[in-house]
């Protein structure tokens, strides 16, 4: 058996066209949806994941403002710079590009975003919500894994999903979504016992530790849902996710591509938050 792909490219096509539709309707009403991308410093891999991110911005009918500032800007200015964007009225998502310098406290950044421009949902307000079940933005990655999940019709229901890793990016926030779907969730990190034994039993694998090859097929049940986010680079320098992708690929029954899976939707789901803050925006929700 060999899995069918889920292919994130595709996807993120068929849901920028939406976002666009309805980017569309709104500024009909008189509202452009904005998103302000902040970027502190000259980390390279930072600078192409902006310039990705007001590219989608711009192809989809949203205004994009890119504020680039030295490294040397301080913790207080750039706060200062959240505040006023807060406070626009033109800017509906506001994204400052993580990791920042080393004498800028990101939590504290972070936190200083409102929860309803909080389109990265990294806001403590937001995981709040997440884990509550209440209206908020969901972190783009396991958002974007949600959707996957969806367009091949997966039901979630007492099924028993693993996640590996714990993070506050992908991890954790991955947990609660499948929860939240009424799976049976087990998350596995570094200190996991026997990885093996929990992904074995698992309906659905959601691998997110930036480790090539921690899944492998020996590890996958046969017919099982694999969900890549991993982003790492294998010794020839090619792209590649934490899933051993030509064995797994035989074993499963479904699995996402590195590239072209996972990446793709992560920006997709930050247009959408982007969206629909601007539209909450517009209807005083």
Known sequence: MTAQLIDGNALSRQLRTDVAQRAAALKARGVTPGLAVVLVGDNAAS???????????????????????????TEAELLARVEALNNDPAIHGILVQLPLPAHIDAQKVIEAI??????????????????????????CTPY?????????????????????GRSNIVGKPMALMLLGQDATVTVCHSRTADLKAQ???????????????????DMVKPGAVVIDVGMNRNAEGKLCGDVDFAGVK??????????????PMTITMLLVNTLEAAERAATGA
């Open 47 to 73: 600078q192409v994941y902006v310039r990705n991110k007001v590219k989608a911005c711009e192809d989809s009918g949203l205004h994009s403002v890119l504020e680039k500032y030295d490294a040397g800007m």
């Open 114 to 139: 409102s929860p309803a421009k909080d389109v990265d949902g990294f806001h403590i307000a937001s995981a709040g919500a997440l884990m509550t079940g209440s209206a908020g933005f969901w972190p």
């Open 144 to 164: 974007g894994c949600m959707k996957m999940l969806e367009s091949i019709g997966y039901d979630l229901r007492g099924k028993h999903a693993v996640v590996i």
């Open 199 to 217: 992904t074995l039993q698992a309906d659905v694998i959601v691998a997110a530790v930036g480790r090539q090859n921690v899944l492998t097929a």
């Open 250 to 263: 035989e074993v499963a029954g479904w699995i996402t591509p590195v590239p072209g899976g996972v990446g």
